[in-house]
Antibody
């Protein structure tokens, strides 16, 4: 059974960089598929942030104006998100998820989510 | 970006009702549409992909249909466990994937 778990600080200061890690168990991320980050501001809908393939190939949401960087560490079976220059608008629950195919993707397994608040 | 618009935003229904949620795209996405269910404080759960394919373990009362720009999620007989929010997501192209704004199914 594939399981994903987000980790990282629950608080970030404005203008700083938010850093999160997703640890995958039950599946080797180097076996394939894209791995993604999706966020949900409190009381709002879902927004895809970025996805990464085990080879390091990435896609990100242009709405974030290149503030998002995703990386992958196959030796630790983890992938990570860095979001630069955060503001209060970046306050959200951040989910990591597994893409269901090697192509434009929907997501079949999700982490439980981690709330990140941006505040001074 | 391809915009996805769901309707209604909120739907009041009773156990046993037939429920239909619509998702419209701002341009054609072929059949590359998924549906998720989300309960408060929980991660979304995949229900349907490629418009009408049920994810393993999802009850058969859920079904999806459509193509191009208009899609529907139908719950044939609403059960107590189905009160939740539902989101559509297009994956016609990598950048960017977009979700509908969500439909909350509440108890009438």
């Amino acid at each position: 059974q594939v399981q994903l778990q987000e980790s990282g600080p629950g608080l970030a200061k404005p203008s700083e960089t938010l850093s999160l890690t997703c640890t995958v168990s039950g599946y080797s991320i180097s076996s394939g598929y894209y791995w993604g980050w999706i966020r949900q501001p409190p009381g709002q809908g879902l927004e895809w942030i970025a996805s990464i393939y085990y080879t390091g190939n990435t896609y990100d949401n242009p709405s974030l104006r290149s503030r998002a960087t995703v990386s992958i560490d196959t030796s630790k079976n983890q992938f990570s998100l860095k979001l630069a220059s955060v503001t209060a608008a970046d306050t959200a629950v951040y989910y990591c998820a597994k893409g269901a195919r090697v192509a434009p993707n929907y997501f079949d397994y999700w982490g439980q989510g981690i709330l990140v608040t941006v505040s001074s | 970006d391809i915009q996805m618009t769901q309707s209604p935003s909120t739907l009041s229904a009773s156990v046993g009702d037939r429920v239909t949620i619509t998702c419209r795209g701002s341009q054609s996405i072929s059949s590359f549409l998924a549906w998720y269910q989300q309960k408060p404080g929980k991660a979304p759960k995949l229900l349907i992909y490629k418009t009408s394919t049920l994810e393993s373990g999802v009850p058969s009362r859920f079904s999806g249909s459509g193509s191009g720009t208009e899609f529907t999620l139908t719950i044939s007989s609403l059960q107590p466990d189905d009160f939740a929010s539902y989101y559509c997501q297009q994956y016609n192209s990598h950048s960017p994937y977009t979700f509908g704004q969500g439909t909350k199914v509440e108890n009438k």
